[in-house]
């Protein structure tokens, strides 16, 4: 691909808040005051929805003790007390198997994004700091992923590695590890330029002792961007791949792999087809209204959102 | 002009050509031989019918050989035969393209025409009701998958209507009617992500463009907002978002592959599923390459569009 322009930085420092930031900046002071710059809502927002994400997934099934795989109950029930959002074409609760897709979601999450994390950081650093050949192979084949759509990409991968989700998480990791490589070796040639790492070098530090107290904690602030915005993309990527058949095989229960079921009995039952969608936006929009507010916290000239164009230094 | 288009081509040859490479060894260096599985089962089989049809499938000399056979057949047409129908790839390709592209067509027609106005309202009607609809919409939008949009549609024209669309694909030339309305769903259903990108980036930079001087100037010596609107501040803010739109073709494709198969429409995303789960070698290497050709052309004609329209981009 020819290189990019870098993305147009849009006012997204002035583009926030709103009527939202009024009627918040109109409320008890003292109370947020610790919170400082932290006081985003639309960051908190996203923060709430992802700790609810999280308390599911591991105190769920405690507080719900239904097992997700029991065929113990009458099929296709709507939402009741006894089944809050009801039970399946097997009889099996619907919200148990949510909870457990929730767990599922958060680990594929997890997992893939920290492949990414660390191969983009390894490749980035390496093709950032030693530059020349190694440089130009690196972010080749860098291109070389962007150049193809990424969930075709995973599709491939995982379809070919073979569908469960240990191959989903792999090919889910790999499609996403190219954006970190570039951010981190954008930011390390950015740092790398400062007087600081400079004089650090000309003590005689060593490229090590650099990359660890220099170049990484300056790096943290986009890298934790990065990460949430890529858990959302992961978890979507994994409800994708689970719905084609190529993620979390049934019977176990995944949001993508629920869906892909439902839609046969979506004339019957459409609750089956409600309740497991809903629930991939919602975690999905918690990631990125964190993303959001953690760019804008952290870093507004960070450039736009997840989709736009890769943001390149 | 013509040299920057010819450097924008000279620049995307070489990326194509690297691709393939990157495309070819995946299809080889991920698990499981495909002869193998072809064979799977058949133990009788002997190494001589073995190499026979590795011989029959091009994949029989070194690597350099293999690619070197795979890419000057593609170069003249010659994609190979589908393992599984042993038809001629390349016909299975012509028959796949053009319902994704016209699929890619109508969604990012939606996309365009419903997101950048809205992303003017969104700037104008600056911090209210109508912005604020309009952004939270478009947070909805980044996040609702579209394979659950799509069934949902389904659930609501087949509840509401008492409508579904036609399950065999039509034809555009045989009945356009039919077959666009067998494509209106699936292209609102993959439209609506790159809807949101668009409608918040034309915001944003509508935002930007309208605290500029040449704007207030405008404004000042009497042209009405209207105007100001839509000829100095509009023309200035779509730059950008065509880069925005020529990244978001790859991820209408990503959705395509996804919403091709849930109505069943035979395009490349369609076929490209079929080959994965058959293990058709050959017609994933060429689908998955139809994709970043795709891909990369309309990102050729993007930079162009970009250096037609920003002559500081063209001469600079």
Do not use: C
Not at chain 1, 198 to 205: C, F, H, K, N, T
């Amino acid at each position: 691909m020819s290189p990019r322009r870098s993305a147009p930085e849009p006012a997204f420092a002035t583009d926030r808040g709103g009527d939202v930031v009024t009627v918040w900046e109109a409320m008890p002071k003292r109370r947020l005051a610790v919170l400082g710059k932290w006081r985003n809502p639309i960051g908190l927002a996203g923060a709430f929805i992802v700790v609810f994400n999280v308390f599911v997934a591991v105190l769920g099934s405690q507080i719900w003790r239904l097992d997700p795989n029991e065929l113990a109950y009458l099929r296709f029930e709507g939402p009741s007390w006894a089944h809050p959002m009801g039970t399946d074409e097997l009889g099996r609760d619907t919200l148990a198997r949510i909870i457990h897709g929730a767990q599922v979601s958060l680990q594929v999450g997890a997992i893939s994004v920290s492949i990414a994390f660390v191969g983009g950081v390894v490749f980035g650093m390496l093709a950032g700091y030693y530059k020349g050949i190694l440089d130009t192979v690196l972010m080749r084949l860098v291109d070389i992923m962007f150049s193809l759509p990424g969930i075709v990409l995973a599709i491939v991968i995982a379809g070919l590695l073979g569908p469960n989700r240990r191959n989903a998480m792999i090919a889910i990791g790999i499609v996403i590890l190219p954006a970190f490589a570039r951010v981190v070796r954008g930011a390390v040639l950015e740092v790398m330029g400062y007087p600081y790492t400079e004089s650090a070098r000309a003590l005689g530090a060593s490229g090590r002792r650099i990359m660890l107290r220099h170049v990484i904690p300056n790096i943290a602030a986009p890298l934790l961007v990065l990460v949430t915005v890529y858990l959302s993309v992961a978890i979507l990527a994994e409800a994708a791949l689970s719905f084609l058949g190529l993620g979390t095989q049934p019977p176990e229960a995944a949001w993508g792999g629920m869906l892909s079921t439902a839609r046969t009995y979506v004339d019957i039952d459409p609750w089956l087809t409600i309740f497991p969608g809903a629930a991939i936006m919602i975690v999905v929009l918690g990631f990125n209204l964190l993303g959001d507010g953690l760019r804008d916290i952290l870093d507004p000239r960070l450039g736009p959102h997840v989709g736009d164009v890769p943001v390149k230094k | 002009m013509g040299g920057y288009i010819l450097k924008r081509i000279a620049f995307a040859i070489p990326t194509l050509i690297v691709v393939s490479i990157g495309i070819f060894l995946m299809v080889r260096l991920l698990p499981g031989d495909i002869i193998d599985i072809l064979f799977g089962g058949d133990l009788s089989a002997s190494e001589e019918v073995k190499e026979q049809a590795r011989e029959q499938l091009g994949l029989n000399g070194s690597y350099l050989e293999q690619y070197w056979r795979w890419i000057s057949g593609a170069a003249q047409g010659d994609l190979g035969f589908s393992l599984r129908s042993t038809e001629p790839v390349s016909n299975v390709v012509l028959d796949a393209l053009p319902v994704t592209l016209e699929l890619l067509i109508l969604a990012l027609l939606i996309a365009v025409l419903i997101g950048v106005p809205l992303g003017v309202i969104s700037a104008v009607k600056r911090d209210r009701a109508a912005d604020y609809a309009a952004r939270v919409g478009g947070l909805v939008g980044l996040s609702i998958p579209s394979f659950w949009l799509a069934t949902l549609l389904l659930l609501f024209t087949s509840r509401v209507f008492g409508w579904v669309p036609p399950l065999n694909y039509v034809s555009p030339f045989d009945d356009p009617i039919a077959n666009l309305s067998q494509f209106i769903l699936p292209a609102i259903s993959i439209s609506v992500f790159t809807m949101a990108i668009v409608m918040r980036m034309v915001r944003a930079t509508m935002l930007e463009v309208l605290g500029q001087d040449y704007v207030r100037t405008a404004r000042a010596k009497g042209v009405s907002r209207r105007k100001v609107i839509s000829k100095h501040a509009l023309r200035n803010a779509l730059i950008p978002v065509i880069t925005i739109v020529g990244f978001e073709i790859g991820v209408l494709i990503g959705g395509a592959a996804i919403i091709e198969t849930i109505f069943g429409l035979p395009g490349i995303g369609y076929v490209l599923l079929q080959a994965i789960s058959g293990r058709d070698y050959p017609v994933i290497q060429a689908m998955t390459l139809l994709i970043a050709f795709t891909f990369i052309f309309a990102n050729l004609l993007v930079d162009i569009l970009y250096g037609v329209l920003d002559p500081r981009i063209s001469q600079g």
